[in-house]
T-cell receptor, first 120, second 110 residues
């Protein structure tokens, strides 16, 4: 199946600093990627939809100035957590939509392996 | 907006038995229903999906059924094995935006 790569898999940062997480689609082009946050033993919460070449669309309650999203190419989206605080510690997961040519691949969503962020 | 409910939250079965997880959704415009398996500390892995123009799909020990009228879909795992133990999430999508159910923690006992 299609592969989505996320980096770094684990990161520890100090309070007040910023940290960037990358999401890459390795074998398909993704005009749309999605960023999720997941707390232990809970479901995935959609944070924002990342659109190549345009601004991200944020879900209600998600601070766009705190979670900066950039989707500069068809294979890369980045999430930057700015001025991180301990409450931002979480598992962040990206996904990418495979809009391949056939009807079976359109809208199939593949996830990255996730990034554990710990803010100390 | 879309709301997805998933049951049960935990499911324990004996190896070899079948496991069934059920989800309901609220937005009749949703047209894509994937199921994901998530192991501890990892990202969700797509295991099977179904689109709104299909009622049932099977892939070896895994099958998914969709009832558009009732707005519910189910995951069926037959001949369960200990390695099937994980958290399973259903999701509903319109235009690629996935809304997830709450998850089911499946435990398969040897």
């Amino acid at each position: 199946g299609a592969v989505v790569s996320q980096h770094p898999s684990r990161v520890i940062c100090k309070s007040g600093t910023s940290v960037k997480i990358e999401c890459r689609s390795l074998d398909f082009q993704a005009t749309t990627m999605f960023w999720y946050r997941q707390f232990p033993k809970q479901s995935l919460m959609l944070m924002a939809t990342s659109n190549e070449g345009s601004k991200a669309t944020y879900e209600q309650g998600v601070e766009k100035d705190k979670f900066l999203i950039n989707h500069a190419s068809l294979t890369l989206s980045t999430l930057t957590v700015t001025s991180a605080h301990p409450e931002d510690s979480s598992f962040y997961i990206c996904s990418a939509r495979d809009q391949g040519p056939g009807p079976s691949s359109g809208n199939t969503i593949y996830f990255g392996e996730g990034s554990w962020l710990t803010v100390v | 907006g879309e709301n997805v409910e998933q049951h049960p939250s935990t499911l324990s079965v004996q190896e070899g038995d079948s496991a069934v997880i059920k989800c309901t959704y609220s937005d009749s415009a949703s047209n894509y229903f994937p199921w994901y398996k998530q192991e501890l500390g990892k990202g969700p892995q797509l295991i099977i999906d179904i689109r709104s123009n299909v009622g049932e799909k099977k892939d070896q020990r895994i099958a998914v059924t969709l009832n558009k009228t009732a707005k519910h879909f189910s995951l069926h795992i037959t001949e369960t094995q200990p390695e099937d133990s994980a958290v399973y999430f259903c999701a509903a999508s319109k235009g690629g935006k996935l809304i997830f159910g709450q998850g089911t923690e499946l435990s398969v006992k040897p």
